[in-house]
């Protein structure tokens, strides 16, 4: 089956760094891979979506990369700021399975 | 515009009783979605419905039953709660017309079964 790696060890960066999180995956490639931000005590939010013939994608500070040969998606945050602290899932999505989502990595941006 | 939104907030639950978590959407999407989210385990689906009148089970759906009567709720029932199923719940929705299935979700119900 299909299984979603996120580093479970929390990211701590200095702000204005750029952050970069990693989602991995074993079989078969998605159709599109997105990534949802989650505050605590909140529903996660949707950010930005790539598709499976897409290497990148990007909105304002976020950037997303797709490699289908590593089964890899990077998430990059340009200038981050304290308020970028969340915790940031990835999840895959292919025609015929429903949405398969990740534990997610938190992130601390210190002023 | 609310989206999604479910009820109660948190609700504390004796093993035995049963409960049902409310969820309504003012998107007019045609799926919806029940997850739960444990520490360290992410989000699994339990139940799912691509349309009104028809639900389908996911990853996790022992224990629990919906109902998918109107394209705008979708209860989420747990006939005899017991322990393991003190987690937060949450509610999505996502157009489900074909393609990407980017969801909405609602805000959580915390449930604590004693």
């Known amino acids: 089956s299909q299984k979603i790696e996120q580093n479970s060890e929390a990211l701590n960066i200095q702000e204005g760094k750029t952050a970069t999180l990693t989602c991995n995956y074993t079989n078969y490639s998605p159709a599109y891979l997105q990534w949802y931000r989650q505050d605590p005590g909140r529903g996660p939010v949707f950010l930005l979506l790539i598709r499976e013939n897409e290497k990148e994608k990007r909105k304002e500070r976020l950037k997303v990369t797709f490699d289908t040969t590593l089964k890899q998606s990077l998430f990059h945050i340009t200038a981050s700021q304290p308020a970028d602290s969340a915790t940031y899932l990835c999840?895959?999505?292919?025609?015929?399975?429903?949405?398969?989502f990740g534990a997610g990595t938190r992130l601390f941006v210190k002023a | 515009t609310a989206g999604i939104t479910q009820a109660p907030t948190s609700q504390i639950l004796a093993a035995g009783r049963s409960m049902t978590l409310r969820c309504t959407q003012d998107m007019r999407h045609n799926a919806m979605y029940w997850y739960r989210q444990d520490l360290g385990l992410g989000l699994r689906l339990i139940h799912y419905?691509?349309?009104?009148?028809?639900?389908g089970k996911g990853e996790v759906p022992d224990g629990y039953s919906v109902s998918r009567a109107n394209t705008d709720d979708f209860p989420l029932t747990l006939a005899s709660a017991v322990p393991s199923q003190t987690s937060v719940y949450f509610c999505?929705?996502?157009?489900?017309?074909?393609?990407?299935?980017?969801?909405?979700f609602g805000p959580g119900t915390r449930l604590t079964v004693l």
């Open positions: 419905s691509n349309t009104a009148g028809t639900t």
């Open positions: 999505a929705s996502s157009e489900g017309t074909g393609g990407a299935d980017t969801q909405y």
């Open positions: 999840a895959l999505e292919r025609w015929g399975f429903k949405t398969i």
